[in-house]
C-alpha cells in the first residue's frame, strides 16, 4: 500500500532530501513549503501521515497539526514532528506538551 505522506518544511535542502526515506519504501512524500499550502493539501487529498517541519516561519508545525486534528476529528493523520536543528530552541522545545496530537 502506497501512503499519502505530505511533507511540511520551509528548508530547501530538507525539501530535497527527506522525500528520499518513504520513496525508498514506496510511498510518495508530497512537499509543501508553506503552512498554507499544506493545509490546503491536506483538506483535498487526505494523508495517511503528515511529517511537519517544527520550526516553520509562520505557523510551527505543532499549530499546523493541532489545525489539521481540528479539522479531521474522525479521521486524523498521523503526525511526525521532524527537525534538522541539532538543538532546538527553548522557545520550541516545550511545545510538545502543549499539543497533544504530536
Known amino acids: ?5 505530505p ?7 530538507s525539501a530535497a532530501v527527506t522525500p528520499t526515506v ?3 519504501y514506496g510511498h510518495g512524500a508530497r ?8 493545509l490546503s493539501g491536506c483538506r483535498s487529498k487526505r494523508p495517511d501521515a503528515v511529517l511537519l517541519g ?6 510551527s508545525g505543532y499549530d499546523v497539526g493541532n489545525q489539521l486534528c481540528d479539522e479531521f476529528i ?9 527537525t534538522a536543528r541539532i538543538a532546538v530552541p527553548a522557545a ?3 511545545r ?6 504530536i
Open 1 to 5: 500500500m502506497r501512503l499519502r505522506l
Open 7 to 13: 511533507l511540511v518544511v520551509d528548508r530547501p535542502d
Open 22 to 24: 518513504p520513496a525508498e
Open 31 to 38: 512537499v509543501a513549503r508553506y503552512e498554507p499550502s499544506a
Open 54 to 59: 517544527i520550526d516553520l516561519p509562520g505557523m
Open 74 to 82: 474522525a479521521a486524523k493523520p498521523t503526525l511526525i514532528a521532524i
Open 92 to 94: 520550541i522545545s516545550g
Open 96 to 101: 510538545p506538551q502543549e499539543s497533544p496530537h
